[in-house]
């Protein structure tokens, strides 16, 4: 069945399967961010760190650390890339001046070349980092 007039359900892109965070629910096709770690993700979606769509519906009660979501991610393919430092999943990767690292934009995106979104975290310069890439 149709869930847009002359659309059929999505059955294309770039999906993972993520740990939901416990007693929030999550509704199918609602935007979800990352939660408090890089495997986890939670239905309140913060704009600045929205990854994808859930792709089906967790009911707040079946929620938490055994539980996962599929997720249709908000980009065409996922990519290893050099952390120039820390750099925080779900923030925008921009390009450096130092040698083709990327690093992120902190809480304001700025000038720079966005290149995608950092799927993990990681605190060590020259790290190879999981990016999100449009």
Not at 16 to 40: E, H, L, N, P, R
Request: glycine residues 12%; proline residues 4%.
């Amino acid at each position: 069945m149709s869930i847009v007039s002359g659309f059929s359900e999505p059955n294309n892109g770039l999906f993972a399967s993520f740990a939901t965070t416990s007693s929030v629910a999550i509704t199918k096709y609602q935007m979800v961010a990352f939660g408090a770690d890089d495997d986890t993700i939670t239905g309140t979606s913060d704009a600045n760190l929205c990854i994808g769509i859930a792709m089906e519906t967790i009911a707040s009660g079946d929620a938490g650390s055994t539980k996962r979501c599929q997720v249709r991610l908000n980009g065409a393919a996922i990519v290893p890339m050099i952390g120039n430092g820390t750099v925080t999943r779900g923030k925008l990767a921009v390009a450096t001046g130092t040698a083709g690292k990327v690093t992120d934009t902190g809480s304001t995106p700025d000038a720079r070349t966005v290149v995608g979104r950092f799927l993990k975290s990681s605190a060590v310069d020259g790290d190879y980092v999981p990016v999100l890439i449009p």
